[in-house]
């Protein structure tokens, strides 16, 4: 009745515990690369390669010499074509799988004062709408980013942040690098994320905050100056008008710590009604 289910059953009884790790391990390859290319330029790029390859093959069956001939010549280079065009996508797969977290080596802002003084900061900084970008490094160092800046190697304090990113200031532009329980430096140039799915609101802050968690595996906090809203970065991915709690959360799962958000500052912040216009 069913003439290829003993063929089938066959191949089940000779499949291994070898063989099915096999393919579970495949499976999970291919997942990570769907979930690589999922949303980004990625996936024009590999469906051009895909028609390229299939005019190829169509072109050697049906024996189309000529056509062969040229795409003979190109599809070789297309696996040089794909490293350059994804070499930061790639860059950003093999950071992931070397994340210091699992191989056991230690994470970084693990002090509670620390992220005190970040929250504490941060509640300023958005209570008074003053644009801000802090870039908090963790496993993978920063210190390309660093030198594009104003180096400060100082003590991590919210009265430094707050006269850093002071309006009018020399450094109120660009990014704040913390390093450990330090502020590394000020006024970095960061990398600006050219995701096609970002929302066209998104300024240059907050794109640059993407750009730099999709360099690195780093946590990336934003305050608006046109709506005074915090925004947190992380893997290339952004979450915005999160409440201070939330930031707490999020530094600490990020970086390995217990969230520890003193209750008179989760009772003294509020989050500013949004406005319209664009982000900054």
């Known amino acids: 009745m069913f003439p290829s289910m003993p063929p089938l059953q066959a191949a089940v009884s000779k499949l291994s515990l070898s063989s099915?790790?096999?393919?579970?391990l495949v499976a999970v390859l291919i997942y990570q690369l769907i979930v690589l290319i999922r949303g980004r330029r990625a996936v024009q790029v590999l469906a051009g390669v895909g028609v390229v390859l299939g005019a190829y093959f169509v072109a050697i069956l049906a024996g189309l010499e000529?056509?062969?001939?040229?795409?003979?010549?190109?599809?070789?280079?297309?696996?040089?074509a794909l490293i350059?065009?994804?070499q930061?996508?790639?860059?950003?797969?093999?950071?992931?799988?070397?994340?210091?977290?699992?191989?056991g080596f230690g994470s970084r802002l693990q002090r509670l004062e620390s992220a005190d003084e970040i929250l504490l900061a941060v509640s300023r900084l958005a209570q008074s709408k003053t644009g801000a970008l802090i870039v908090l490094e963790r496993d993978t160092g920063l210190r390309t980013f660093i030198e594009s800046g104003v180096k400060l190697d100082a003590h991590l304090s919210r009265d430094l942040l707050?006269?850093?990113?002071?309006?009018?200031?020399?450094?109120?532009?660009?990014?704040?690098?913390?390093q450990n329980d330090k502020i590394a430096a000020a006024a970095c140039f960061l990398p600006l994320s050219m995701n096609p799915t970002l929302a066209r609101t998104l300024g240059t802050r907050h794109r640059a905050a993407i750009g730099i968690t999709e360099e690195s595996d780093c946590l990336a906090v934003v305050v608006s100056e046109e709506t005074g809203q915090i925004s947190v970065a992380a893997f290339g991915e952004i979450e915005q008008n999160v409440t201070l709690q939330r930031l707490d959360e999020r530094m600490a799962r990020h970086f390995g710590r217990r969230a520890g958000l003193k209750p008179e500052l989760a009772r003294r912040h509020s989050l500013p009604a949004a406005r319209g216009g664009q982000e900054r």
């Not at 099915?20 to 579970?24: A, G, K, Q, T």
């Not at 930061?88 to 191989?103: C, F, H, Q, V, Y």
């Not at 707050?162 to 913390?178: K, R």
């Open 162 to 178: 707050l006269s850093i990113f002071q309006p009018g200031g020399q450094l109120h532009d660009g990014a704040v690098i913390v």
């Open 88 to 103: 930061s996508e790639i860059r950003g797969a093999l950071m992931r799988i070397g994340r210091r977290r699992w191989l």
């Open 20 to 24: 099915v790790l096999d393919i579970l």
């Open 84 to 86: 350059v065009l994804f």
């Open 66 to 80: 000529l056509l062969r001939g040229i795409l003979a010549m190109v599809v070789p280079y297309t696996a040089f």
